[in-house]
């Protein structure tokens, strides 16, 4: 003969189910802090990429590695003959980067001189020539390629910024960093410059105030089963 007492779930399982909930509680917390964390480092960032790419400029060091979307200036000569173009989809469309190295007095710098639209031909570009001063944005090399796509030396096929097989394939020893170059002369020129993004996604508060409400919905679920349980067991009497 079956008791209710006997139907009653062991102490022990309650206590495994206690401490599995426990964890799960402090997981979503400690998700929500560290997603605080995250919000301050890139608030940080932020602030610091706005701060060094829009004060003014400061001379482009060669034999060191400046710091990223730090804005830059140094003047010298484009090398035309060894420009090449790095695939990229940019708000103007599909296209290409246009990266040319440029001779100073005493280094080379691959400077991604802009943006053309496919089908652009290289006779519609503007290239300056004799000496001339850039400014723009240091960035950092982007070796082999992409997730999606490896660049291809042999074939002269890029679709990413990579410094080291860049310099091998032309036969160039640059800076290690390339510069992003702010748009010079008419507006509908092309290579149209100053298309560098310095939007950074930002979405750690949403992700901590959805880890934080899991927390809240979860104690309050755990609280109410553990307040139902304790109930029943003050109103249960002991049957045999």
């Not at 103007?92 to 802009?114: C, H, I, K, S, Y």
């Amino acid at each position: 003969m079956s008791t209710e007492k006997d139907n009653k779930r062991p102490l022990w399982v309650d206590v495994i189910i206690l401490i599995l909930a426990g964890a799960a509680f402090l997981a979503m917390i400690l998700l929500g802090n560290w997603q605080v964390k995250r919000l301050a480092w890139k608030l940080d960032l932020i602030e610091r990429v706005e701060a060094s790419a829009y004060g003014d400029p400061v001379d482009a060091k060669p034999d060191e590695a400046m710091p990223e979307y730090l804005r830059v200036k140094t003047d010298g000569a484009f090398q035309h003959d060894k420009a090449l173009t790095v695939k990229a989809l940019t708000d103007l469309g599909a296209g290409a980067w246009v990266l040319t190295p440029l001779q100073t007095e005493d280094a080379v710098f691959w400077v991604n001189r802009g943006f053309v639209p496919s089908g652009l031909s290289p006779d519609e570009w503007t290239n300056p020539v004799g000496d001339v001063e850039i400014i723009g944005l240091a960035r950092p090399s982007v070796p082999e390629g992409t997730a999606l796509e490896k660049n291809d030396p042999s074939a002269n096929r890029w679709v990413s910024v990579d410094l080291e097989a860049m310099d091998t394939a032309f036969n160039v020893e640059s800076a290690p960093y390339f510069i992003a170059m702010e748009h010079v002369g008419e507006p509908a020129t092309w290579p149209r410059g100053g298309l560098t993004k310095l939007e950074f996604r930002n979405s750690h508060l949403s992700y901590a105030l959805t880890w934080y409400g899991m927390a809240l919905l979860f104690f309050a679920a755990m609280a109410f089963v553990i307040w139902d349980r304790v109930k029943s067991h003050r109103t249960s009497p002991d049957q045999t």
